[in-house]
């Protein structure tokens, strides 16, 4: 089965450091680039980093260019993203995304991870 | 940036109705446009991709349409399960931007 499973989320204080995973399986991890979305409370989807398949070219929306790293390990078949100095405009549900190569187009999506900042 | 206006931002519809979302683009993007569903507290899902290519497994009564720089999704016989937020998404260039979302809503 096809799948990417988020873990990491949780509560952390304004300023604070936080590592999600997302776990991928099913597919061949090492041909996709992964990206990362996520949705504030209430809001609507955010795009705001990409890694490609093999790690050499990452990009990141202003948002969070500067606190977070996108990376990857494709001996494990994981995807990461270190989130620092974080502030409570970052609270958010994260997703991972990727979509079958050719597609153009998100068509594989993780569960979501919470990540809550506030003191 | 390329800005995706998604109009309107939530409409109240019946079961059986015909729904259009639309889905503007700052600049051309081809047809690089894709369609999502999202219900709550789940992970979107791929509705349309290619502006209007339809995903496999999706029902028939959903379909996609494109005009210069206006997208369209058209629901063509509102069903339950069809009650949702829908988002668009342009993949012609990073960032791969979303539009505001449209959430349709029982009337």
């Known amino acids: 089965e096809v799948q990417l499973v988020e873990s990491g989320g949780g509560l952390v204080q304004p300023g604070g450091s936080l590592r999600l995973s997302c776990a991928a399986s099913g597919f061949t991890f090492s041909s996709y680039a992964m990206h990362w979305v996520r949705q504030a409370p209430g809001k609507g989807l955010e795009y705001f980093s990409v890694i490609s398949s093999n790690g050499g070219g990452t990009y990141y929306a202003n948002s969070v260019k500067g606190r977070f790293t996108i990376s990857r390990d494709n001996s494990k078949n994981t995807l990461y993203l270190q989130m620092g100095s974080l502030r409570a405009e970052d609270t958010a549900v994260y997703y991972c995304?990727?979509?079958?190569?050719?597609?153009?187009?998100?068509?594989?999506w993780g569960q979501g991870t919470m990540v809550t900042v506030s003191s | 940036d390329i800005q995706m206006t998604q109009s309107p931002s939530s409409l109240s519809a019946s079961v059986g109705d015909r729904v259009t979302i639309t889905c503007r683009a700052s600049?051309?993007?081809?047809?690089?446009l894709n369609w999502y569903q999202q219900m709550p507290g789940k992970a979107p899902k791929l509705l349309i991709y290619g502006a209007s290519s339809l995903q496999s497994g999706v029902p028939s009564r959903f379909s996609g349409s494109v005009s210069g720089t206006d997208f369209t999704l058209t629901i063509r016989s509102l069903q339950p399960e069809d009650f949702a937020t829908y988002y668009c998404?342009?993949?012609?260039?990073?960032?791969?931007?979303f539009g505001g979302g449209t959430k349709v809503e029982i009337k």
């Open positions: 998404q342009q993949t012609h260039s990073t960032p791969l931007t």
């Open positions: 600049q051309s993007i081809s047809r690089y």
């Open positions: 995304a990727t979509g079958t190569p050719g597609l153009s187009a998100f068509d594989i």
